[in-house]
């Protein structure tokens, strides 16, 4: 009789660790990063641990917060033969206003909500037969604003400039580069380490042309206001 005691008391027991998990594998160690120098880490400046994660994690953190917050940005492009456009943008993808420069001939455009207001140059004007420098008042998702995209969504424009990151560069100041490209040969992006994983700067280059961004004042970015007549 004890004997049979014995033996469900071991079965009982068994059958607990089974269903509470607790037995005693061992839980396997976290990974060590290999994509980064961790003797250059400091936990004070890289304190929202971006350097930390892979390519793509931390790609995916860039974007999402970039995604949360207003900013001023600029951003230059250059295509192979030599054209230029020019982009001042403040807001966010709700509500912003934004000067729109290709050569030489500027566009300016204020976005809040569904409704928008164009000041077309005289090369969109005509193209849309519109009267140059007269304000068109239209839906957001009209040509006249839609034409511009990624360039009037900073979210969607770093998401598009950065497909190929492969890297991260050590830590700098309060700064760490994102690479693009195989080892960085077709840019970077520099993102503060510090706060939200925001960009400060986007520098790439490759067959499709030249671009250089920047982005400031993040969270109190304020754009213009949609006219009265709009």
């Known amino acids: 009789m004890a004997e049979r005691r014995r ?9 607990l660790l089974l269903v509470t998990g607790c037995a005693s594998a061992p839980v396997p160690p976290a990974p060590t990063p290999t994509w980064v120098d961790l003797g250059s880490y400091d936990a004070e400046r890289d304190a929202n641990g971006l350097a930390l994660l892979s390519p793509a994690d931390a790609r995916t ?4 917060d970039a995604a949360t917050a207003d900013t001023t ?8 033969s030599g054209r230029t456009l020019e982009v001042a943008f403040t807001g966010g993808p709700q509500q912003y206003s934004a000067e729109v420069t290709a050569d030489g001939e500027a566009t300016s455009i204020v976005v ?11 090369a969109v004007a005509a193209a849309a037969g519109l009267e140059p420098g ?5 839906a957001a998702a009209d040509d006249l604003v839609a034409r511009w995209h990624p360039l ?4 969607a424009f770093l998401a598009e400039a950065t497909t190929d990151a492969s890297g991260l560069g050590a830590p700098a100041g309060d700064a760490v580069e994102l690479l693009l490209g195989e080892d960085g040969t077709a840019g970077v992006l520099r993102v503060s380490t510090t706060g939200p994983a925001l960009p ?3 520098i790439r280059a490759d067959e499709s042309g030249a671009v250089h961004a920047q982005f400031s004042d993040w969270g109190d970015a304020e754009p213009l206001p ?5």
């Open 226 to 230: 949609l006219p009265g007549a709009c």
């Open 200 to 202: 400060a700067e986007l």
């Open 112 to 122: 809040d909500g569904a409704r928008a207001a164009v000041t077309p140059s005289a």
């Open 61 to 64: 953190q860039i974007l999402a």
């Open 7 to 15: 033996a469900a008391a071991v079965a009982v027991a068994a059958s």
């Open 73 to 80: 940005m600029t951003v230059t492009y250059r295509d192979p």
């Open 152 to 155: 009037l969504d900073p979210a």
């Open 134 to 138: 007269a304000v068109a008042c239209v």
